[in-house]
């Protein structure tokens, strides 16, 4: 008897907030690297044209020659324009200065919002998980990344009004959900940059678990200086210092992602 076949495909998580410095990038990169030292395979999409995944992950100018923007415009396929990382079971699809005025050539053509979502659908069967590195902005790039994925992780940094840019994301997200992508979930929000010492941080934090509830991770990434450090190495925080406070949270994050993962499949 043969068993059915089914096409397999990645969970596709575009981390995304509108707001630059909230740890979207290290986010990615820290997140992709735990996944891929607990055996996960992984892409990571650099969305942003100032490529700090690209370099956080040492990828040099000369390998970005093809980037997500040749990817976004149909010049090649996201395959032919990834490259692998110092880490195994870790690719980045790097991005390049092109994508900043990018969204010009995008509306010229056919669905311009769904350029990436196509791209990805002929990424070859071997990726877990792909992490999309969002731009901080709620422009056409960032929609195609909430077009193309499953699900969103918002990095929030528990400062002043963190919860009022966070209702500005929520509606892009519901209106990428009514347009373009019904299944869009939100996988979570993670706090970032939390600070023990600050009362603000913590006042934050609670505002939005009050808000959010469950949406929200357990794991808090704290404020560390090891983590601000790695990317001028090339290295993710993992790897420059795998002990420090920020790495260790990361490796948490990964746990309780693949968890609620678990969780999700068992449940369809
Ligand atoms: P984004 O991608 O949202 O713009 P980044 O991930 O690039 O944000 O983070 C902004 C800056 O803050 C970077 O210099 C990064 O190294 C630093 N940073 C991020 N997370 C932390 C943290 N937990 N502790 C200390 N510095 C951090
Ligand atoms: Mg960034």
Known sequence: MTEPTTAFRPRILAVANQKGGVGKTTTAI???????AVGRSVLVIDLDPQGNASTGLGIDHHQRKRSAYHVLVGACDAAAATVPTHIPRLDILPSSVELSGSELELIEL?????????????LPAKYDYVLIDCPPSLNLVTVNAM?????????????????EGLSQL???????????????????????????RNRLSEQVADDVRTHMGAKVYETVIPR????????????PALLYDHRCAGSQAYIRLAGELLRRERSRA???
């Open 110 to 122: 056919p669905t311009p919002q769904l350029r990436l979502r196509k791209a990805l659908a002929a």
């Open 224 to 235: 560390n200086v090891r983590i601000s450090e790695a990317p001028s190495y090339g290295k």
């Open 147 to 163: 077009a193309a994925a499953d699900a969103v992780l918002v990095p929030l940094q528990c400062e002043f009004f963190a919860l």
């Open 30 to 36: 820290n997140l992709g690297t735990a996944l891929a």
């Open 170 to 196: 929520l509606k892009t997200i519901e209106r990428v959900r009514a347009a373009l992508n019904p299944h869009l979930e939100i996988q979570g929000i993670v706090l970032t940059m939390f600070d023990r």
């Open 266 to 268: 068992a449940a369809a």
